[in-house]
């Protein structure tokens, strides 16, 4: 893919580096002359850019991208830029970093943001997942806030052990996607047994997180 970055700060390089990587073409936008370093990642083109310019960006050649990462530390360039990526150059794919946990509910679509991730949230939600049994814990924020990736670690003698995963009779809009047991990751079918201590990945829409909840408690999980 072609992924331009909007900020070439220590996180937007990181992300560069990354992306570089796995094989993709990177462009790196930055507005401060003296934070354009072409020798620190060689195989990415610099660009000395205001992502909020509409005109610098047209020069870029912006239209050209796939995705958009807005990651500059200012929340308010990082919504400009999205909005501008995704109403005028028609990005198929906006990522945006938030900075501030407060400004969280500015990212969604109305300011073109596809995905937002905020890394107090982020960090937070690892935390809880690496430390709570029997609690839904959401991971992170799918499709513009439309759903949720949550996960369930059963308790180790849950009563779901050696029950198949068609026990549990999801919402409409919930799926279980993955079973993380042990160093394995299982793709669940309907005939797969639950074991104890099993780590349950769910996507479900937001108005099915609470039918999600009560068909846990059902089980003997109260989440």
């Known amino acids: 893919m072609k992924v331009a970055i909007a900020g070439a700060g220590a996180v937007g390089r990181s ?15 930055e507005r401060q ?36 990462i807005a990651a500059t530390g200012d929340d308010k360039a990082n919504l400009v830029h999205s909005l501008l990526a995704k ?9 945006a970093r938030v900075n501030d946990p407060r400004n969280e509910w500015l990212f969604d679509g109305s300011w073109g943001v596809d995905v937002a991730v905020s890394t107090p949230r982020l960090l937070a939600s690892l935390v809880e997942e690496a ?13 513009q806030g439309q759903a949720n990736l ?3 670690t059963l308790p180790g003698d849950t009563g779901l052990a ?5 026990t ?16 394995r990751v299982i793709v669940p079918q309907p005939d797969d047994p639950f074991e104890g201590d099993d780590e349950l990945l769910f996507v479900t829409s937001v108005e099915a997180e609470e039918d999600l909840r009560v068909e846990l408690a059902n089980h003997g999980i109260k989440p």
Do not use: N, Q, S
């Open 87 to 95: 109403t005028e150059f028609g990005v198929r794919r906006v990522v």
């Open 168 to 183: 549990l009779t999801l919402p409409r809009d919930a799926a279980l996607v993955t079973i993380l047991r042990g160093g």
């Open 150 to 152: 949550v996960e369930i």
């Open 131 to 143: 430390v709570t049994v029997g609690d839904l814990v959401r991971l992170m924020t799918l499709r």
């Open 162 to 166: 050696g029950k198949p995963v068609r």
């Open 15 to 29: 992300i560069a580096r990354e992306l570089l990587r796995g094989g993709h073409r990177v462009m790196l936008l």
């Open 33 to 68: 002359l003296d934070h354009i370093e072409p020798e620190a990642i060689p195989d990415a083109v610099w660009v000395h850019a205001d992502a909020c310019e509409l005109a610098l960006l047209e020069d870029a050649g912006l239209e050209t991208y796939e995705v958009v």
